[in-house]
């Protein structure tokens, strides 16, 4: 069961060790485990009680649903532990209202990397799918293993003073109350990977033209660049989780709405086949050759014709990981594709003149809100 409501959906984003997720009631266990450890309070105000820890995971959630960002759970993508959060947030005590990307780990995740392979991800999104022009950190003085991140992360302090500021809620005397600040601004991660400011990463249009789409009568579509149509995959997943996660065994198995002879467990084997399909053509892409027969038979009808048959055999558990799996697969394809070959025409025969984009956005931003309805109850 997740904390987060059903209308708050929140992005994955994956890393080649970590995925950084919702927050879920399975992990407030774990949590308060960190949060009471002695050598993680060492560097906070002290350890919290269990319902101290519960207390701030709701902040954490509220925050998702007030912003549109927060902090994620970060789970070890091998077994699925969970090692604590990292992301963006506005603390309330801070010596200005800029966006913070902040991390706690437990102590078994120390040591590995994983605080900075995260929070590079955390950076990336707040860059590309935010826009946002700067973030900053704040730590103790003391704190030498958060500084490191900071620096790995490109941050920077601007004065040579010992210290930045003293944290308004540590008494005086307190030994973690001198406090530091180190600062990105866009432009410097852009530099950092060999990019301009002029290069947008915001949400802009790649492209705007008239598409005849075969699922549909002509109409006007948009081709995303790539932040912009990751952000947006995303975004309408989120609903077909959201939905998806208030349906019980019973629910799935039911009659879709507005789909006749299929179940709302059929719809969702509908979504993942989609979703593998974008995923199997831009690996196709990258590996150079075709992903389907060159003989250049496609028939919609005939592919949900065997989407329904292979579905009508599965259990709805299958169908639901499935469909998530299926998910995970296409960003991932997405993200480890280079802007040009996501927008070249043509990259393969039955394409025609399309960017693969279209095809990948067709499949997804397009898709998903479709089927929404048919999963409602």
């Not at 949590?31 to 009680?49: I, K, R, S, T, Y």
């Not at 826009?131 to 704040?138: C, G, I, K, M």
């Not at 059929?266 to 050759?289: F, I, Y």
């Not at 579905?311 to 639901?320: E, F, I, K, Q, T």
Request: charged share 30%; no cysteine.
């Amino acid at each position: 069961m997740h904390l987060m409501d059903d209308q708050t959906p929140v992005p994955r984003l994956r890393t080649d060790r970590l995925l950084l997720r919702e927050w879920r009631r399975g992990d407030l266990e774990p949590f308060a485990q960190l949060n009471a450890d002695p050598a993680v309070a060492e560097l906070l105000a002290g350890p919290l009680p269990r319902e101290e820890s519960d207390a701030l995971a709701g902040r954490i959630v509220a925050g998702w649903r007030e912003r549109g960002y927060g902090l994620w759970a970060v789970e070890r993508i091998e077994e699925g532990m969970f090692l604590g959060f990292t992301g963006l947030s506005l603390p309330r005590w801070a010596p200005e209202p800029s966006v913070e990307i902040g991390w706690r780990l437990a102590r078994h995740a120390w040591g590995h990397g994983y605080a900075t392979e995260a929070a590079r991800t955390a950076v990336r999104f707040a860059f590309e799918d935010l826009a946002l022009d700067a973030l900053v950190s704040y730590t103790a003085v003391t704190n030498a293993r958060s500084r490191r991140v900071m620096e790995r992360l490109g941050m920077h302090r601007d004065r040579p003073e010992p210290f930045d500021f003293l944290h308004p809620r540590l008494p005086e005397g307190h030994p973690l109350r001198e406090h530091v600040t180190y600062r990105l601004s866009r432009a410097e991660w852009l530099a950092s990977l060999g990019r301009s400011r002029d290069e947008h990463l915001g949400p802009s249009l790649h492209l705007d033209r008239i598409h005849d789409d075969p699922r549909s009568r002509s109409v006007q579509t948009v081709v995303m660049d790539k932040p912009t149509l990751l952000r947006e995959m995303r975004r309408t997943h989120g609903d077909i989780e959201s939905v998806s996660a208030t349906l019980d065994v019973a629910a799935l198995l039911a009659p879709a709405p507005g789909m006749d002879g299929w179940t709302r467990k059929d719809v969702l084997a509908h979504v993942e086949w989609w979703s593998d399909h974008s995923a199997r053509v831009v690996t196709a892409l990258l590996e150079g050759h075709e992903p389907y027969d060159a003989n250049g038979s496609w028939d919609i009808d005939v592919h949900n014709a065997r989407i329904l048959e292979e579905s009508r055999a599965r259990d709805a558990a299958d169908v639901r990981s499935g469909e998530a799996a299926a998910f995970e697969r296409v960003l991932a394809a997405v993200e480890a594709a280079p802007p040009d070959a996501l927008f070249t025409a043509g990259r393969f025969a039955w394409l025609g003149d399309d960017p693969l984009a279209e095809l990948v956005a067709s499949d997804t931003t397009r898709h998903y809100p479709e089927h929404v309805p048919h999963l409602a109850r």
